[in-house]
């Protein structure tokens, strides 16, 4: 199957109609075309920001698109959440060559496993391996073509990572902690898989916030307007300016678009107070999971963000029938209140030669460090 890439500057160029016809999106909300072009809409990325869209399409040599990437150049590792500083640091510092510009193939600021290449429905296996071969062979010569030291797939799925480690990428391996239901239906069956001691502990803390008059209600769909993406906005801010290390990758223009575009698959955690919010957290409903994303505290209050970020989403977890929560990157806090450490996978190719074969010794060893804390499991996709 004669098949080459072009690369393409904006969603838009692709269109809503043709992202449709894709297999993923309907399954991994921060794949739907609203999501993603949401992030070039409100100007979140391109411009000056570090993220400039180079969108991969794999096409036949009839001009027909058979699989598309959310692509972008990098010039900088901020907001990608699989980190590779050392790396920058090696090229530049010891074997003075540019790490920087580089491509990604990703969801921006978004750290949650989902495929990263997507095909079009009804494709077969052989045309899917040639896909692969297409995009394993040639983005490379394209990126060393102009001027791109590394390319960089990240938080693909295991079918996908495997895809591009069979075709000789580097592969890496980290580590989330996400709740996996298993048998659980009820709260309480989840309280009943920890020891007495912290089951009552965890019975205390969402006690805490009962008996200070708060409640927390989630939000989806019709009730999220204007007022309420200003409000998750307002959230958002408090936590990235919170750190030094926090960036402002989003405005209130990104909340805007996606509470008015894509509601249904969003939902608003809210902690209030006689009227007052106190907190809050913004997740997207999948197919396949919840995903917890930005969280913020308008008040200090003890055990507001165990309720509001994990107890909540494990409640509405369960309620929605889902086999995961995914609260994102971090946190090691969550291993005690049932969320499990989860490997998860990104792909890598560097055209340097010898940084190539540095950064794979490393990979190995810290491939090791990984297994033993996950303890040996290396695949984790739920059915």
């Known amino acids: 199957m004669d098949l080459s890439l072009i690369f393409c500057d904006s969603l838009a160029e692709i269109g809503a109609a043709f992202w449709s016809e894709l297999e993923g999106p309907a399954d991994f909300p921060f794949l739907r075309f609203e999501w993603l072009s949401a992030f070039e ?21 009839a001009g027909e698109t058979i699989a598309v990437a959310p692509a972008y150049v990098k010039t900088h590792s901020m907001g990608e959440f699989v980190f590779d500083h050392i790396f920058a640091e090696f090229a530049e510092g010891r074997l003075g060559v540019r790490y920087y510009p580089k491509l990604i193939l990703a969801v921006p600021f978004t750290p949650a496993s989902g495929p990263r290449l997507l095909f079009r429905r009804g494709l077969d296996g052989d045309e899917r391996a ?6 394993a062979r040639d983005l490379p010569a394209r990126a060393t073509a102009v001027g791109l030291g590394s390319i960089h797939v990240l938080f693909p799925d295991d079918d996908q990572a495997d895809a591009l480690e069979a075709r000789g990428w580097a592969a890496r391996l980290g580590v989330q902690f996400q709740y996996h239901r298993g048998s659980q239906r ?26 200070s008059g708060i409640a927390i209600e989630s939000l989806t769909g019709v009730g999220l307007d204007s007022r309420r ?14 750190y030094v290390w926090g960036r402002r990758y989003l405005n209130l223009a990104f909340f805007e678009t996606v509470m008015d575009s894509m509601p249904e698959a969003l939902q608003l955690v809210l902690a209030t107070r006689g009227g007052e919010t106190l907190g809050g957290a913004l997740n997207l409903i999948g197919q396949r999971a919840l995903y917890g994303r930005y969280w913020g505290a308008l008040a200090e209050v003890p055990f507001l963000h165990f309720n509001v ?8 977890t369960l ?65």
């Open 229 to 242: 993406a200003r409000l998750a906005h307002e959230l958002y801010l408090t936590t990235v300016d919170k």
């Open 130 to 135: 040639a896909a692969w071969d297409c995009l």
């Open 309 to 316: 970020c994990l107890y909540r989403g494990i409640e509405e």
């Open 41 to 61: 809409r409100s100007q979140c990325v391109g411009g000056s920001t570090g993220w400039l869209p180079r969108h991969v399409q794999v096409r036949t040599s």
């Open 186 to 211: 009820t709260f309480d069956d989840y309280l009943a898989s920890f020891p007495a001691k912290r089951r009552h502990a965890i019975r205390r803390e969402r006690r805490s916030l009962e008996q």
């Open 319 to 383: 309620r929605l029938g889902l086999p995961s929560f995914q609260p994102g990157a971090g946190g090691e806090h969550k291993e005690g209140r049932g969320f499990a450490p989860t490997p998860t996978r990104s792909m890598h190719w560097f055209g340097e030669p010898r940084l190539d074969r540095v950064v794979r010794d490393y990979l190995a060893r810290e491939r090791v460090a990984v297994l033993d804390r996950v303890g040996g499991v290396a695949h984790a996709d739920d059915d």
